[in-house]
């Protein structure tokens, strides 16, 4: 080696140098094969579920953001239920009706005569109808019917007819349906014994 210092090269010094090229390929291929490639892999598995997770977080924001507008939603409906089953009750409220009936009729100055007529039922409903005569002047009249349009319990007018006016006075006859719910009787349980 020291004739190698100087200045001559020996083949000796030769061998020298190719086994330490040797011993740093051996080395390099080790560490290719058993520490990066191991590594790689690993960071290639990492990388997808990174990427899994990633995704799976940006889908958990995105239903995040919406569980605000659907929790909106839920109460708008719950709202509307509760009016609605304001406007329709389940308990029959007849006699309480039939006073706000004639209230309004008196707030615009006209006569009512009231009769029930046969009630009606579905699945889930009652229909129940009254015949109505009405007696005032048509601006009346039309004030009244609009007056039971917006009234705060569901109710229907229809078959209306208002006969022409004779001395300031005009009839009126309509049906005025209103309604209620039907509770839903228990559906008995599948597979007892009698």
């Not at 290639?44 to 990174?50: D, F, G, K, L, T």
């Not at 995105?62 to 089953?85: K, M, N």
């Not at 100055?109 to 889930?124: C, F, K, N, T």
């Not at 009249?141 to 229907?156: G, P, Q, S, T, V």
């Amino acid at each position: 080696m020291m004739d190698f210092l100087k200045g001559t090269v020996t083949p000796k010094d030769w061998a020298f140098v190719g086994a330490m090229i040797a011993i740093t390929g051996v080395i390099c291929a080790a560490y290719y094969l058993f520490l990066f490639s191991p590594a790689q892999a690993t960071i290639e598995e990492i990388s997808a579920e990174n990427r899994t997770l990633r995704s799976d977080i940006a889908e958990a924001e995105e239903i995040e953001a919406g569980i605000e507008q659907l929790r909106r939603e839920s109460d708008q409906f719950d709202l509307l239920v509760t009016q609605f089953q304001q406007r329709l009750p389940q308990q029959r409220e007849i006699p309480q009706l039939l006073t706000e009936f004639e209230e309004l009729a008196a707030q615009v100055g006209i006569e009512v005569e009231l009769s029930q007529l046969a009630p009606q039922r579905d699945e889930r409903k009652e229909t129940i109808p009254y015949s109505v005569v009405a007696y005032g002047n048509f601006h009346q009249i039309a004030r009244f019917i609009n007056l039971l349009e917006r009234f705060e319990r569901y109710l229907k007018v229809s078959d209306l007819r208002i006969e022409e006016e004779r001395a300031l006075m005009s009839r009126a006859t309509f049906t005025l349906s209103t309604f209620r719910f039907l509770e839903q009787a228990p559906v008995p349980a599948a597979g007892g014994t009698s």
